[in-house]
């Protein structure tokens, strides 16, 4: 799990940069580009809420799926959430297609103070509240521009879309003591971009439920200036098509 000096370091790259840090393309023609200015502020939003209103830190654990059939779903406000659990010193994970929630835990013999589960609004699931081990259920509007989440009326859910811009774009929480070294090798990622087509698999296949070293690599490459595309696109073909327009070359996820 990165640590929170890692966000630390990773988000004051970010808070200086106009040029592109994240840009998305998904299944259904969205695209959104987001400078590293924008991308610092939505994970400290993120981590602001995240923190005041469900008190996250350590021993929290946040269950992601973004999706509204159940099936695990790359998405960049998956990357935003999960960066902001782990500013905030929790720990975040992805729930596979078909798992019980109760199965995606850090580590079988762990017990968190408490779980929160994050969900697309369009997922059906939603108006039967918070599953299990969950005190919380977090609803998200996957599309950029929404302003709220479409909700079932008196869904027992907090509505994160609704409610994230209302916080502040600067997160004060404290990394830990000890440094951290720096994601990836030890070293940023030189300035330059790439795409990861980003793909949750079930928790218990890889680490946190991520191609080996995605996240390391994510985070290196923003840090280091780098421009990163997040897609949830399945042609290998139509990848290259698309970020190739971008003026992005592709790169897999899986070896890094």
Known sequence: MPAAAELSR?????AGRQTP?????????????LSGRVTQNWI???????SEEFDAGPDVLVRLRLSSDGAPQVHWRSLIVAA?????????????????WDE???????TPSAVLDVVADADARLTAGPAGAAEETIAVALPGLALAS???EHAPVFDYTGEVRAHAD????????????????GACA????FVVPWRPEPHHATSHGLPPGAVARVLAALEGGAAVGLSDLRDPAQLQRVFAAEGIPVATANGG
């Open 10 to 14: 990773v988000c004051a790259a970010l």
């Open 21 to 33: 840090a994240l840009v998305w393309h998904g299944t259904d023609g969205e695209r959104i580009e």
């Open 44 to 50: 400290a939003k993120t981590a602001n809420l995240l």
């Open 84 to 100: 902001a659990a782990w500013w905030c010193g929790a720990e975040a994970l992805f729930a596979g297609p078909g798992e019980d």
């Open 104 to 110: 995606v835990v850090p580590d079988p013999a762990s």
């Open 150 to 152: 479409r909700l079932p």
């Open 170 to 185: 600067v997160f004060s929480g404290a990394p830990p003591a000890a440094p951290s070294p720096s994601p990836g090798s």
């Open 190 to 193: 030189p300035a330059g971009s």
